[in-house]
């Protein structure tokens, strides 16, 4: 019947793999009709049992490999790939970096509606395992023990692990030390479902250049059992311990952290070298979370900047002033926007810290914030733009446009927002050169890119 896809639930199918889609599945057709499968590669012939049926697409799961791909590895991970923290682990690295420059250059033509933009091969690592220097554990309850782990695709199911092989070794270390005192003391994990119980989360954050290392443990209310004694075996039985936090979050939410904080032991922040530069960071302070590629982010960013000393740079979404201290060091003036007050006082640490006095840092949003500066004679040359995973809104895209400068270098998390914004841009009259994939996120289907536009002729 005209209409009706050709597949139903539960039925059991052949396909051949074409394609991978941006989240990393494998996509095939049956009989013309698309057909989605997480962990399939392209190249492969696999049978598959259709678990969900679209008008337009099914979602499947592979039951067996029938021809494998060449670029198909052994997962390093015994939890993969149960749990959802990361998707690439059956592809070959090679493999993943070539996905990764597709991805961009897809979301370029399709979404952006760009052509002529040229998108470089992606930057790699060469180790690319146990990068991570921030960790977010969620804690749950499983036999009457408290577990930790991440969850399932799609869920919110824990899946335990005992050790991450994405996260730096101190991160999995931390993790066992405060599953053995919570288990020792009889701590109850926060049960999602009925709202009972404490330990909720876990986050790890290991400063790789100092070696500080500072734990969260966060919990349903500040009162949480035997809090004192934890606390003692936590700062005996973790090495390089420098700063134990309580971040309290009442809320029945998704939302990990709460509002209130405590300083339970130590320093309530640590440091970090990126390049020269010393950065402190609170507990709920943005960090790129591999800070080997982010050194080689930033210096991109500014090799895109061209910089001679001469210029009015403005970094929009500056945060804690990380990129805005690497484009000091070559411009005349650097104005940073950030909407987040307590980021605003860190960036301002960080620029007196590292005796940084070309940067100056304004609380408020961009759109709101550049039109000020503007009037106050601030006019800046080039700009730098780094916003959240949501991209730049549309208001923020005029306002930057209005600035009309030299050159603009866009740094985004996300490849579908990123060519939106590119696209946008370029009826503003600022066109997008180059693209340089950067892979933060190694194992992953996560990309991060820095892109170069230029003011149009005319």
Not at 32 to 50: C, Q, S, Y
Request: proline share 7%; hydrophobic share 45%.
């Amino acid at each position: 019947m005209k209409g009706v896809p050709p597949v139903r639930r539960g039925q059991e199918v052949t396909l051949e793999i074409a394609d991978l889609a941006s989240n990393g599945e494998g996509v095939g057709r049956h009989e013309g009709f698309t057909v989605f499968v997480p962990g399939a590669l392209p190249g492969e012939k696999i049978r598959a049992r259709v678990i969900s049926v679209q008008k337009s697409y099914a979602r499947a799961l592979a039951q067996a490999v029938l021809d494998p791909a060449p670029h198909r590895v052994t997962p390093a991970c015994r939890a993969y790939p149960a749990c959802g923290g990361c998707r690439l682990q059956h592809l070959s690295y090679p493999g993943q970096l070539r996905f990764k420059q597709q991805v961009v250059e897809r979301a370029l033509r399709h979404i952006g509606r760009l052509s002529g933009v040229t998108v470089l091969p992606t930057l790699g690592m060469d180790q690319p395992w146990a990068y991570r220097n921030k960790a977010q554990f969620p804690l749950a309850r499983r036999g009457g023990r408290v577990v930790a782990g991440f969850y399932a695709p799609r869920t919110h199911r824990v899946v335990e692990i005992e050790e991450c092989p994405l996260q730096h070794p101190r991160a999995n270390q931390a993790l066992a030390a405060v599953l053995a005192a919570a288990n020792e003391l009889r701590i109850p994990a926060y049960d999602e479902e009925t709202g009972a119980g404490f330990l909720r989360h876990l986050l790890v954050r290991v400063a790789v250049q100092t070696g500080e290392l500072m734990l969260v443990l966060v919990s349903r209310e500040r009162a949480v059992p035997q809090l004192t004694r934890l606390v003692k075996k936590l700062v005996a039985g973790v090495p390089g311990l420098t700063s134990l936090l309580l971040n309290v979050n009442p809320q029945r939410t998704n939302v990990i952290l709460g509002e209130e904080w405590q300083t339970l032991w130590g320093s309530p922040t640590i440091s970090e070298y990126l390049g020269p530069y010393r950065f402190r960071i609170s507990g709920g302070s943005f960090f790129q979370v591999n800070p080997a590629q982010t050194v080689r982010l930033y210096e991109k960013a500014v090799e895109y900047a061209a910089l001679t000393g001469r210029e009015t740079v403005l970094d929009a979404y500056c945060g804690i002033g990380t990129i805005s201290l690497f484009l000091a060091a070559q411009a005349r003036q650097v104005h940073g926007i950030e909407v987040v007050a307590s980021a605003v006082e860190d960036a301002r640490l960080n620029a007196r810290e590292n005796g940084v006095a070309n940067a100056e840092f304004h609380l408020g949003r961009v759109e709101e914030v550049l039109p000020r500066l503007s009037a106050a004679g601030v006019h800046p040359d080039v700009v730098v733009v780094d916003p959240p995973r949501q991209g730049c809104r549309p208001e923020v895209l005029s306002a930057l446009a209005a600035a009309r400068p030299e050159r603009l270098v866009y740094v985004s998390c996300h490849p579908a927002t990123l060519a939106r914004d590119l696209g946008i841009l370029a009826v503003h009259g600022l066109k997008a050169v180059v693209v340089q994939p950067v892979d933060m996120f190694p194992q992953t289907m996560h990309v991060e890119c820095v892109v170069l536009l230029e003011k149009s002729a005319g």
